[in-house]
């Protein structure tokens, strides 16, 4: 089974609506991330939390809200989803006890489209 | 704002050949540099980690650091078909909390 998984893989949805994005990882890793990735933007920091009490933005967060129910999961929200939010969204773990520091393991990534 | 760039390409590098890939960084407290692969429509995946100045290899890939320059390559030797990926750059910024990625190079390994 993967270390790191994210429901659904791909989602389509209308502008307005509310969707939920989950992120799962057995890794037994504190740290969490979510990204998206944009053609030509290269991936982008949405939300991060390195425990289950904290949270930070990134550098995209608007529009965003995000809960981190347990250490092994992390759920990224859209309020009111909008066209301009369609992209590839990746949730990636780290553990600072890791040889390679702050390597990030990302999931398979969710396909949204807003329309 | 903090920031990695990369030449987003295409590179295209004949099978067998070396292929060079460049970054540079903007926070000079960056400590820890990556390179991940990402083939279209996956996740990324880290091949190369970094933290001193000079030569890290690891089979057929190096990587090179040089803080002073603010600069960070990946080279690949003996290219394969199955080379043909986007490479990210990333870099930790100063306080160790986060990552910024580049916006990737797409390599492109011609038989």
């Known amino acids: 089974d993967a270390d790191v998984t994210q429901t659904p893989r791909n989602r389509i949805t209308k502008t307005g609506k509310r969707i939920m994005l989950e992120c799962s990882q057995t890794k037994g890793h504190d740290r969490m991330y979510w990204y998206r990735q944009d053609p030509g933007l290269g991936l982008r920091l949405i939300y991060y939390s390195f425990d289950v009490k904290d949270i930070n933005k990134g550098e995209i967060s608007d529009g965003y809200s995000v809960s981190r129910q347990a250490q092994a999961k992390f759920s990224l929200s859209l309020e009111s989803a909008i066209p301009n939010q369609t992209a590839l969204y990746f949730c990636?773990?780290?553990?600072?006890?890791?040889?390679?520091?702050?390597?990030?393991?990302f999931g398979p990534g969710t396909r949204l489209l807003v329309l | 704002q903090k920031e990695v760039e990369q030449n987003s390409g295409p590179l295209s590098v004949p099978e067998g050949a070396i292929a060079s890939l460049n970054c540079t960084y903007s926070d000079r407290g960056s400590q820890s540099f990556f390179w991940y692969r990402q083939y279209s429509g996956k996740s990324p995946e880290l091949i190369m980690f970094i933290y001193s100045n000079g030569d890290k290899e690891d089979g057929r890939f190096t990587a090179q650091l040089n803080k002073a320059s603010q600069y960070v390559s990946l080279l690949i030797r003996d290219s394969q078909p199955s080379d043909s990926a986007t490479y990210l750059c990333a870099v930790s910024d100063s306080s160790a909390s986060k990552i910024i990625f580049g916006s990737g190079t797409r390599l492109s390994i011609r038989p």
């Open positions: 990636a773990t780290s553990d600072l006890k890791d040889r390679a520091g702050e390597t990030q393991y």
